[in-house]
């Protein structure tokens, strides 16, 4: 009987899958918890989900948290604000504005705090009030860099100047805090 033609025998093939079974059990599951205020913690040790900023000019997003993985988007904007939802080793899954998810390299993220303005123009203000003295107008697709927000405002910086931007037209931060 040739080697190619042979099958592994019922019990074999039982056997083994019961080492692979024990083998995934004894793996170490990802440190995914809950931190002392509630909020999902990754294995970074960082929350779950969070917003950061791509790092470079070129990133690929990839459809699996490897190089082996296809890349499914080629990133072109340095700053872009995207949202990190779960982590495998060196990989980040994320969350882009426009909806797509897929895995980034970490290597290829920053903490800097970016938004990126949704919908139409918008008046960058000197105060966090609609009343308050219009600094600039911001149109949509615009990253801003983000400096801080107080319930429904953001401070932000964009092109040299600082002011406030409704935080419900910007996509980065989360809008029920």
């Known amino acids: 009987m040739s080697r190619s033609s042979?099958?592994?025998?019922?019990?074999l093939s039982a056997a083994r899958a019961?080492?692979?079974?024990?083998?995934?059990?004894?793996?170490?599951?990802?440190?995914?918890?809950?931190?002392?205020?509630?909020?999902?913690?990754?294995p970074s040790g960082l929350p779950l989900p969070?917003?950061?900023?791509?790092?470079?000019?070129?990133?690929n997003?990839?459809?699996?948290?490897?190089?082996?993985?296809?890349?499914?988007?080629?990133?072109?904007?340095a700053g872009l604000p995207v949202k990190i939802v779960a982590e495998a080793d060196v990989w980040r899954k994320i969350i882009d504005p426009d909806g797509e998810t897929g895995w980034v390299h970490s290597a290829l993220l920053s903490g800097r705090r970016t938004v990126v303005v949704r919908g139409e123009i918008l008046a960058?203000?000197?105060r966090p009030d609609p009343e308050a003295l219009t600094l600039a107008r911001v149109e949509p697709g615009v990253i801003a860099e983000l400096q801080t927000c107080r319930a429904a405002w953001c401070l932000v910086e964009v092109a040299d100047l600082r002011g406030w931007l409704p935080r419900a037209r910007l996509w980065g931060v989360d809008p029920a805090r």
Do not use: N
Request: glycine share 6%; hydrophobic share 45%.
């Open 6 to 11: 042979r099958r592994p025998h019922r019990f």
């Open 18 to 42: 019961l080492v692979a079974a024990a083998v995934l059990a004894l793996a170490p599951a990802p440190r995914v918890h809950a931190d002392q205020h509630g909020r999902t913690v990754g």
């Open 50 to 59: 969070r917003f950061v900023s791509l790092a470079s000019e070129r990133v």
């Open 61 to 77: 997003m990839r459809t699996g948290p490897g190089k082996e993985f296809p890349v499914r988007w080629v990133y072109v904007r």
């Open 124 to 126: 960058l203000k000197r």
